[in-house]
Antibody
Framework: QVQLQESGPGLVKPSETLSLTCGVS???????WGWIRQTPGKGLEWIGS???????YYNPSLKSRVVMSGDTSKKQLSLKLSSVTAADTAVYYC?????????????WGQGTLVSVSS | DIQMTQSPSSLSASVGDRVTITCQAS??????LNWYQQKPGKAPKLLIY???NLETGVPSRFSGSGSGTHFTFTISSLQPEDIATYYC??????????FGPGTKVDFK
């Protein structure tokens, strides 16, 4: 059974870097792992995905501020989003992407709320 | 960028009703379309993948169809536990993953 758990600060100051970790149990190789966020105003927004090989794919609208990485030995993923503003306040999810076809997000973490405020 | 629209944005129905939601893509995405259910305070849950394939463990009252730019999601007989928001999501080669704005389903 695959389980994902996001963790990180719930409050980040404007202009600082948001850093989140996603722990994965039931980890197996060959998958993509994605970060998605949800705001009341913009709904669900894909941030990016990382493959076990380390290849990353980022949403073009966030690409300049996003860095994703993975540690297969620790079964952890990380997300860094720099120069945050209030618009980055959202619930952040990590999710597994099943390869092939429409690459669906088949397992999700419970999500973690990150607020950007001074 | 591929834009996704959903209609309606919300709907009210009764237990046992047939519920249909449509999702439109701004360009051809073949069958690279997924449907998710999200209940308040919870993460989205995959229901349908590749436009029409039912995810393992998902009740058969849920179904999807369509290809190209027009897709349909149907609940054949609405149950109380189906009250949620439903999202479509397209995949058209990374880095192009976008979600629809959602359709909120509640009871009449």
């Amino acid at each position: 059974q695959v389980q994902l758990q996001e963790s990180g600060p719930g409050l980040v100051k404007p202009s600082e870097t948001l850093s989140l970790t996603c722990g994965v149990s039931g980890y197996s190789i060959g998958y993509y792992w994605g970060w998605i966020r949800q705001t009341p105003g913009k709904g669900l927004e894909w941030i990016g995905s990382i493959h076990d090989s380390g290849t990353t794919y980022y949403n073009p609208s966030l690409k300049s501020r996003v860095v994703m990485s993975g540690d297969t030995s620790k079964k952890q993923l990380s997300l860094k989003l720099s120069s945050v503003t209030a618009a980055d306040t959202a619930v952040y999810y990590c999710a597994r992407t099943r390869p092939g076809g429409s690459y669906p997000f088949d397992y999700w973490g419970q999500g973690t709320l990150v607020s950007v405020s001074s | 960028d591929i834009q996704m629209t959903q209609s309606p944005s919300s709907l009210s129905a009764s237990v046992g009703d047939r519920v249909t939601i449509t999702c439109q893509a701004s360009q051809d995405i073949s069958n690279f379309l997924n449907w998710y259910q999200q209940k308040p305070g919870k993460a989205p849950k995959l229901l349908i993948y590749d436009a029409s394939n039912l995810e393992t463990g998902v009740p058969s009252r849920f179904s999807g169809s369509g290809s190209g730019t027009h897709f349909t999601f149907t609940i054949s007989s609405l149950q109380p536990e189906d009250i949620a928001t439903y999202y479509c999501q397209q995949f058209d080669n990374l880095p192009l993953v976008t979600f629809g704005p959602g359709t909120k389903v509640d009871f009449k």
